[in-house]
């Protein structure tokens, strides 16, 4: 029986790798113009680092992160014995706890310094159940600002991601920016509070696990999509009637900046997030004829005591991230495919076997030159050759023959053109150029 891939996990084959390749140089090039720059963090943290910093209550700590451990350590938990904690390993769930990690590990912005805005792209892993725009292993670009707490860098990063949605191709009436603030440690505990009461005093209509949610941490169950719990939660108690004098000022900030760079937006007092480490603003940006229940393309927030939850000192944060599966849908809903592109932009064809040195020189001169150029590998007649050049998309077909070699020329067919001219062979290369 052959083996396949296991389920939540995807091929990507040549068209999209190239899409997905493209994708990651749009955002770099997009986030550069910002001051982003890039970063690379291992797949693979400690677990612990998942635990401190996104929340051992939220559900990708407690349902949904795959925990790696070396064979011998198995061993050891077999045979009843303990590991280190720092040999527990886990497949990052997102990108956002080991970047500040890193930061913190490394000094990226000692005292007085200028933000350390950085940018990564990857793979991410959760163990979810996998459906459409949700997969167990998924990519992810996102940015981190660490360092600065002014309203300012969360409006701008927001713009930088709606300009990048635009820049993709996602029409600007097939997404919505919903914003909200989290307030902070000094307001939200009093939300938390009301929320909870009022949690209590509907338990009645609520689902096993927001009631469970109710004692750990109330307001996730904003994020619940049981129609009950849903319409309870819309009358919950707002955050916006919690807010402190500062949180206040803020929130009405990154409003106004926003704005005055001509994006709509949309108040959301549910908006949440599903990370325990944000604070104040956060937003999300969904697909409207992405025909998925997994609209959210893309989102962040502000999370100033992330880098003190994994061992740092008090370092304002400010990222988002924008999933790359979720993207193509929300694409391919606007009516963007993604194409086959061209592998080959010359191919040379031999009548027959005994030129093929030549044809093989030829290719080699072109491809040092910058040019995609193919031959024949394979015992091919001219016609299946010229079969080939079509099916890899080349736009000139560079045709040796023992009679034009021997008068030192050699055919070139314009594929596109349907034309054809013979040229010297020695002047082939600046031809195809």
């Known amino acids: 029986m052959a083996i396949t891939l296991p389920a939540g996990f995807e091929d990507m084959l040549p068209a999209e790798a190239r899409f997905y390749h493209d994708f990651v140089e749009t955002a770099q090039r997009i986030f550069a113009t910002y001051g982003y720059q890039p970063i690379i963090t291992p797949q693979v943290e400690v677990t612990e680092l998942f635990v401190r910093g996104i929340g051992e209550a939220t559900d990708v700590v407690s349902k949904e992160m795959f925990t790696a451990i070396s064979g011998e350590n198995l061993g050891t938990l077999l045979g009843g014995g303990r590991i280190?904690?720092?040999?527990?390993?886990?497949?990052?769930?997102?990108?956002?706890?080991g970047v500040v990690r890193a930061v913190v590990e490394h000094d990226l912005v000692p005292q007085g310094a200028a933000p350390a805005k950085l940018m990564y792209a990857g793979p991410m892993f959760r163990a979810e159940r996998p459906q459409k725009g949700r997969l167990r292993q998924f990519n992810q670009i996102g940015i981190e600002c660490l360092g600065a707490e002014a309203p300012s860098v969360d409006a701008e990063g927001i713009i930088m991601l709606m300009r990048f949605f635009a820049e993709l191709g996602i029409p600007s009436e097939s997404m919505v920016l919903l914003v909200n603030s989290m307030g902070c440690e000094k307001c939200r505990p009093a939300y938390r509070d009301a929320v909870r009461a009022y949690m209590d005093d509907h338990a009645d209509g609520l689902c096993d696990q927001c009631n469970e949610r109710a004692q750990i941490n109330p307001l996730r169950a904003f994020d619940c999509k049981n129609p009950s719990c849903e319409k309870i939660m819309d009358a919950a108690p707002k955050i916006t009637d919690y807010l402190c004098d500062e949180c206040r000022e803020h929130?009405?900030?990154?409003?106004?900046?926003?704005?005055?760079?001509?994006?709509?937006?949309?108040?959301?007092?549910?908006?949440?997030?599903?990370?325990?480490y944000y604070t104040?603003?956060?937003?999300?940006?969904?697909?409207?004829?992405?025909?998925?229940?997994?609209?959210?393309?893309?989102?962040?927030?502000?999370?100033?005591?992330?880098?003190?939850?994994?061992?740092?000192r008090d370092t304002p944060g400010f990222g988002f991230a924008l999933g790359f599966e979720r993207c193509r849908i929300a694409l391919e809903a606007a009516g963007r495919s993604i194409a086959d592109a061209p592998s080959c932009t010359v191919f040379v064809a031999t009548v027959d076997d005994s030129l093929k040195t030549q044809a093989f020189d030829l290719v080699q001169r072109l491809r040092d030159a910058g040019i995609p150029a193919d031959t024949n590998h394979q015992d091919r007649s001219l016609k299946s050759q010229l079969k080939l050049a079509n099916r890899l998309q080349a736009r000139y077909v560079a045709v040796l023959g023992p009679d034009e070699l021997a008068e030192g020329m050699v055919t070139v067919r314009d594929m596109v053109e349907h034309t054809e001219r013979a040229v010297p062979f020695a002047e082939a290369q600046r031809v195809l150029i």
């Open 251 to 276: 929130y009405t900030a990154v409003l106004a900046y926003v704005s005055a760079a001509g994006i709509a937006y949309v108040e959301d007092p549910k908006l949440v997030r599903g990370l325990d």
């Open 280 to 312: 104040r603003t956060v937003f999300e940006v969904q697909a409207l004829d992405s025909n998925s229940a997994q609209n959210a393309i893309g989102g962040g927030g502000r999370y100033d005591k992330l880098a003190q939850e994994v061992g740092g």
């Open 84 to 97: 280190k904690s720092k040999s527990r390993l886990t497949l990052r769930p997102e990108g956002t706890a």
